[in-house]
């Protein structure tokens, strides 16, 4: 069974930086999986933040757009999140995830695949 497990996570200030990594065991699920991460804040429910597609198409939450990037290596198994002026509001458990097919970023119950997650704090 493929696994992903996330790492980057933290605690930083407003206004900082944090890239969050995501290694996934097997290489198939780049080649035709979307992958994402989706990120919960306690008492929240989960909510999309981006998604890439095997393709490389890519969509962001409007929350987050302008300051995130998602990325992927097909060679490292690896999915990326760049997360730039980084304020509390974005402060969550991240979680990379996985569906095969096309990525829709608001279903979230459509993904099959989790990471464990990785905390990302941020103070103001």
């Known amino acids: 069974q493929v696994q992903l497990v996330e790492s980057g996570g933290g605690s930083v200030q407003a206004g900082g930086s944090l890239r969050l990594s995501c290694a996934a065991s097997e290489y198939t699920i780049f080649s035709s999986y979307c992958l994402g991460w989706f990120r919960q804040a306690p008492g929240e429910e989960r909510e999309g933040v981006a998604t890439?597609?095997?393709?490389?198409?890519?969509d962001y939450a409007v929350s987050v757009k302008g300051r995130f990037t998602i990325s992927k290596d097909n060679a490292k198994h690896s999915l990326y999140l760049q997360m730039n002026s980084l304020k509390p509001e974005d402060t969550a458990m991240y979680y990379c995830a996985a569906r095969r097919g096309y990525c829709y970023l608001h279903f979230i119950d459509d993904y099959n695949i989790w990471g464990q997650g990785t905390q990302v704090t941020v103070s103001s």
């Open positions: 890439i597609e095997a393709t490389g198409d890519i």
